[in-house]
């Protein structure tokens, strides 16, 4: 079946410094999704990519969609303790107008 | 708050019983998903509407799980003859789809089912 896999699983960082997690599908995504979780929460949309290659920024996160869309990677410049959370990325496959699929997570813990 | 709502935020039930969930969306979103999540585990889609209409079910774990959004507000998720392996969260997202929208989903606090 379709899946979306995600690594690394688990990044303990120093606060400063930068964090990636990357997420990869086994099939062609019309569109994917990050969300971020913190403990105790439930997930919160952070940004959608849609185009091929399409690169967009909030602040010190940058988010990227592979040109062949079935990949992306969410990059934090300079951590903060709180960008401590785990961080998902949800693939909505190619032709579905329905559900996402969604990563096991990358949890971040950041020391200060 | 107009955000997402969940109820019962947790609930111990035994085994074998039936239990049911409600979801309240935000009041002008047409779709509504429920997932489920284990620990360590993204969430996993189970089933969602637009509107009333029940789109998609095939991922519903099985028989016993039945979702209904009778008029396409508040949705109901049951489970029928709970089993161990049901404890987890429940996940209700509710989101605009339209045309030229993102399909942004806004998930509620979810429900924590344990079963003993």
């Known amino acids: 079946g379709q899946q979306v896999m995600q690594i690394p699983q688990y990044q303990h960082v120093q606060e400063g410094e930068d964090f990636t997690t990357y997420c990869n599908s086994s099939t062609t995504l019309s569109n994917i999704q990050w969300y971020k979780q913190r403990p105790g929460g439930h997930p919160v949309f952070l940004i959608q990519l849609v185009k091929s290659g399409e690169v967009k920024k909030q602040k010190r996160l940058t988010f990227q969609f592979g040109e062949a869309k079935k990949n992306s990677s969410l990059h934090i410049t300079a951590t903060q303790t709180t960008d401590v959370g785990t961080y998902f990325c949800?693939?909505?496959?190619?032709?579905?107008?329905?559900?996402?699929?969604f990563g096991k997570g990358t949890k971040l813990s950041v020391k200060p | 708050d107009t955000g997402v709502s969940q109820d019962p935020r947790h609930k111990i039930t035994k085994r074998g019983q039936n239990v049911t969930f409600r979801c309240d969306p935000i009041?002008?979103?047409?779709?509504l998903y429920w997932y489920r999540q284990t620990l360590g585990q993204g969430p996993e889609f189970l089933t969602y509407?637009?509107?009333?209409?029940?789109?998609?079910k095939s991922r519903l774990l099985s028989d016993r799980f039945s979702a209904e959004r009778p008029k396409g507000s508040f949705s109901t998720l049951e489970i029928q003859r709970t089993e161990q392996g049901d404890s987890a969260m429940y996940l209700c997202?509710?989101?605009?789809?339209?045309?030229?929208?993102?399909?942004?989903?806004?998930f509620g606090p979810g429900t924590r089912l344990t079963v003993l």
């Open positions: 997202a509710s989101s605009f789809y339209g045309q030229f929208s993102t399909d942004t989903q806004y």
């Open positions: 949800a693939g909505r496959p190619g032709g579905s107008q329905g559900n996402l699929i």
């Open positions: 509407f637009q509107n009333e209409a029940q789109l998609e």
């Open positions: 009041s002008e979103h047409n779709r």
